[in-house]
């Protein structure tokens, strides 16, 4: 395979967040009252003893992806077009294994709003969910409700994201290929598919199958002149709703698609067709190593150790970042990894999680119900006694991966309830 079995540290999954999957995210009073809202992280019944070495994240996601350390899938959440990929449209409340995805070994998942891509060890990816986009990368507008091969004439995937209606990938080589829904220009492909129909009504021309993104540039802010850049080599994806963020192996940021509230880094919020160099991360010990998009923003590790960067918005009240600048309260940190929802985000670093999410949120902020929203980065005291790998954002709900290696971490793991919701999902 692509992926040596190299140690990924695994744990128990915590989870915390709203689980009424047909309210969350939509215009409802229900969540902050309802009793299957979850305010602080909970063991989840069907995981409970369940090595967990991967769980998805994503600005648009309604539904969740734990990954097992033998790479089997488990899923949960919002299902109403396929994108659990168990075979029907059933939201579940508990984590339900995908048979469908047997005889593979999963070492990713990535939910976009409607659909999910699975990355296998060997480089192939599976898609599920709706198609009505292209978003599955499948020809036609069928939904599938089990996982398709997403073939494209290139060399293996080593990275997949999914944005809300268009997913990426890259391959061994570098390349990047898309698929999907073009309409800000998010595939890379140098358009935004518009043509008009009849009647005024715009339609687009989605991008029905991979499509390898082929012109990355330079842009002087002032003439708009673009230099193509040759030979990038890309390393590292995210997709946020209607943007993505790519990094090369010299640590250089590439962004396009939606624009609004800076969230390309450009200091302007016009919609980009082709990737274009972030010159605010380029030149020496100024590019990051690790990117992750939310809804309207970004979070970045830098090259340099100690530094996470923010642009675009994650908080209404607070002004956008027109181009990328160090989130202070994270300074000195050594972030290993980092979630991001639509609006807020989680990372885990040194001995602690920090975690900010301005109101109205719905338990994934897991400090209890005395402290449901924070717009300010906040320690997670709620995680205080363990130690967590990694972490993992939907929208409304926070996933963390728990170290249980020691009698200490088991000990630690004790403490929390376990969740069991097999009745509701009857």
């Keep these: 395979g692509i992926f040596l079995s190299k140690d990924v540290d695994a744990g128990i999954l915590l989870f915390s967040g709203a689980t009424d999957w047909d309210d969350v995210g939509r215009k409802t009073n229900q969540l902050p009252r309802s ?122 995937a080593i990275r997949i994201s999914a944005g809300q209606d268009f997913s990426a990938l890259v391959d061994v080589q570098g390349n990047v290929w898309t698929w999907g829904s073009p309409e800000y220009g998010q595939c890379g492909n140098n358009t935004d598919g518009k043509f008009i129909e009849k009647a005024g009504r715009e339609d687009f021309v989605y991008v029905e199958e991979p499509y390898r993104v082929c012109l990355y540039v330079e842009k002087d802010p002032k003439t708009k002149k673009s230099t193509p850049i040759p030979a990038v080599n890309i390393k590292e994806i995210s997709c946020g709703h209607n943007h993505c963020v790519a990094i090369d192996d010299r640590y250089r940021a590439f962004s396009w698609g939606f624009g609004g509230y800076g969230r390309l ?60 600048k160090p989130i202070a309260d994270l300074s000195g940190w050594i972030v290993r990894s980092i979630g991001c929802g639509t609006k807020g985000w989680m990372i885990a670093a040194d001995e602690s999680v920090i975690g900010c999410a301005p109101s109205p949120c719905f338990g994934e902020l897991a400090m209890g119900e005395n402290k449901k929203s924070s717009a300010q980065p906040t320690e997670i005291t709620k995680l205080d006694s363990v130690y967590v790998h990694s972490v993992g954002c939907g929208v409304s709900h926070s996933c963390f991966i728990v170290r249980n290696d020691t009698e200490a971490d088991k000990k630690a793991l004790e403490k929390f309830k376990v969740l069991d919701q097999s009745e509701l999902d009857k």
């Design 265 to 324: 880094g450009h200091s302007e919020t016009g919609n980009e067709h082709v990737p274009r160099l972030i010159k605010f991360l380029d030149g020496p010990r100024r590019g990051i190593r690790q990117v992750m998009a939310g809804g309207k923003f970004n979070i970045a590790i830098s090259e340099i150790p100690g530094t996470v960067y923010m642009w675009g918005q994650y908080t209404g009240a607070k002004e956008a970042n027109m181009y990328p």
């Design 35 to 156: 009793p299957n809202t979850i305010w602080q992280p909970v063991k989840l019944a069907a995981l409970e003893d369940v090595q967990i070495e991967y769980v998805s994240s994503g600005p648009a996601a309604v539904h969740t992806f734990a990954i097992t350390t033998e790479g089997k899938v488990y899923s949960w959440g919002r299902n109403e077009k396929g994108q659990l990929g168990l075979n029907d449209l059933k939201d579940r409340k508990c984590p339900t294994l995908v048979t469908a995805l047997d005889g593979y070994r999963v070492v990713k998942a990535t939910p976009g709003k409607n659909h999910s891509l699975f990355l296998t060890d060997k480089g192939q990816v599976l898609s599920c969910g709706e198609n009505k986009q292209s978003q599955c990368g499948v020809k036609g507008s069928k939904m599938y409700k089990t996982p398709v091969l997403v073939t494209y004439d290139g060399p293996p």
